[in-house]
């Protein structure tokens, strides 16, 4: 169990109040031997002492040259058995996910006709690409297949195809409702665009200009994170997120860049219903 602290909109945190705490572990690590008192450790000088160690004598050798950082291998247009997706990979995956054809003999709409993506637009919000796991039976090289995944905001859907990369085929293609994976970088950006529109995001824009002297107009001027709002893990959800679950709503964290906290974990903004409400 655990408990939001709840605070007034407006209030500046102090970067060390939303500091996460963390565990050093130390681990000790025997080095096996068996050396008796007439044996001399591997490594050691005839008179006992490790070479290097204070008062043992020198031994002569080369210098060791300084460290090196051994460049990563190009990477090509297409990846070799379970090899991470290429970024040629991953743009190809997209788009024949997208492909009208491919979406219609699936039974869901061509993407031209999908609703809109987080910030209104048209067509379905990119969520993420994966290489999918192998089939039983696929043989070492077989085919490359990808997993893409997109929310369209017009029919709250979470959409999933497999797209076989050598063929270029939409091999399987799965939409759900109340599936909410965590919130994608543009979700959030979009999600924070509403709350500096929205008469609720004024007290953030007020804690922004008394600790930098300046107006804020731009999400660029922040640094934000969250992730999905889920009604289960609340005491009270207001009535305007009941439908949230349903609804893709998320919850921000803001930060001055180089700069203070600013608290906007009391407003929860429902992307699909495009609304900012306050909680707490």
């Known amino acids: 169990m655990y408990e939001i602290v709840r605070r007034h909109l407006g209030k500046v945190v102090a970067g060390t109040a939303m500091a996460i705490t963390g565990t050093a572990v130390a681990v000790a690590v025997a080095l096996p031997g068996s050396?008796?008192?007439?044996?001399?450790?591997?490594?050691?000088a005839a008179d006992g002492k490790t070479p290097g160690a204070p008062g043992a004598p020198r031994t002569e050798g080369p210098e060791p040259g300084p460290?090196?950082?051994?460049?990563?291998?190009?990477?090509?247009a297409k990846g070799v058995g379970t090899d991470p997706l290429t970024d040629d990979e991953l743009k190809r995956a997209e788009a024949l996910a997208l492909t009208p054809p491919a979406a219609s003999a699936q039974g869901v709409p061509p993407a031209g006709a999908w609703g809109r993506n987080a910030e209104g637009g048209r067509g379905p919000q990119h969520l993420g690409t994966e290489l999918a796991d192998p089939r039983p039976g696929d043989l070492a090289g077989g085919p490359r297949?990808?997993?893409?995944?997109?929310?369209?905001?017009?029919?709250?859907e979470l959409v999933t195809r497999t797209?076989?990369?050598?063929?270029?085929?939409?091999?399987?293609?799965?939409?759900?409702?109340?599936?909410q994976p965590s919130a994608h970088p543009e979700?959030?950006?979009?999600?924070?665009e509403l709350v500096l529109a929205d008469p609720l995001g004024k007290g953030v824009k007020e804690d922004y200009k008394d600790a930098t002297?300046?107006?804020?107009?731009?999400?660029?001027?922040?640094?934000?994170?969250?992730?999905?709002?889920?009604?289960?893990?609340?005491?009270k959800v207001p009535a305007p997120l009941k439908k949230c679950g349903e609804h893709r709503c998320v919850r921000l964290v803001t930060k001055i860049?180089?700069?203070?906290?600013?608290?906007?974990?009391?407003?929860?903004?429902?992307?699909s219903a495009r609304s900012v409400t306050r909680v707490g």
């Open 213 to 235: 002297g300046k107006e804020l107009t731009s999400t660029e001027q922040l640094w934000f994170n969250g992730d999905v709002y889920r009604t289960y893990r609340e005491a």
């Open 67 to 76: 460290a090196t950082l051994a460049s990563a291998p190009p990477e090509g």
């Open 163 to 179: 797209v076989d990369l050598d063929t270029g085929k939409v091999e399987q293609s799965r939409a759900q409702r109340g599936v």
């Open 187 to 192: 979700e959030l950006r979009a999600a924070l």
């Open 35 to 44: 050396a008796g008192a007439d044996e001399v450790p591997r490594g050691a």
């Open 145 to 156: 297949r990808a997993l893409v995944r997109f929310y369209d905001y017009g029919r709250d």
């Open 257 to 271: 860049l180089n700069g203070s906290w600013i608290d906007t974990r009391d407003l929860v903004v429902d992307l």
